[in-house]
């Protein structure tokens, strides 16, 4: 058995939904009444999906992630120059830097982030 064969084998379909062109819109991990066709999460087709949504990006969307690193990394500076503590933040707040950070330290001791994007 190829590794293809052997990924198409264990891997889970994702349910799609197409327009009148057949081309895909919308993906499922469920299926249900528009997700009704399964497709192989490794397909061509889904792919292309994932490309056309990733390149559909705006420069506002671009612009806002590189402001949320800027923000993050203002906070850090405000807190270790003792301007506030980290407790004085909303819980919303704190609660969403610390998913961050920890997102961002998995990332890292993957080795995904080159040593350009540690910091600002």
């Known amino acids: 058995m190829s590794q293809a064969e052997l990924r198409a084998s264990v891997a889970q379909p994702v349910y799609v939904q197409r327009d009148a ?4 819109v919308s993906v499922s991990l469920l299926a249900d ?3 009704a066709e399964a497709v192989l999460p490794d397909s061509a087709e889904l792919a292309e999906f994932a ?4 390149s559909a990006q705006t420069p506002m ?3 806002d992630l590189g402001l949320a690193r800027v923000l993050e990394d203002l906070i850090d500076l405000l807190i270790a120059k003792q301007v506030f503590c980290f407790t004085d933040l909303p819980a919303a707040a704190r609660s969403k ?4 950070r920890s997102l961002r330290g998995e990332i890292r001791s993957l ?3 080159g040593d350009d994007n540690d910091v600002i």
């Open 21 to 24: 062109e057949r081309s895909i």
């Open 33 to 35: 009444a528009t997700h």
């Open 51 to 54: 490309r056309r949504i990733a």
């Open 61 to 63: 969307d671009a612009s």
């Open 97 to 100: 830097l610390l998913m961050r």
């Open 111 to 113: 080795d995904l982030l």
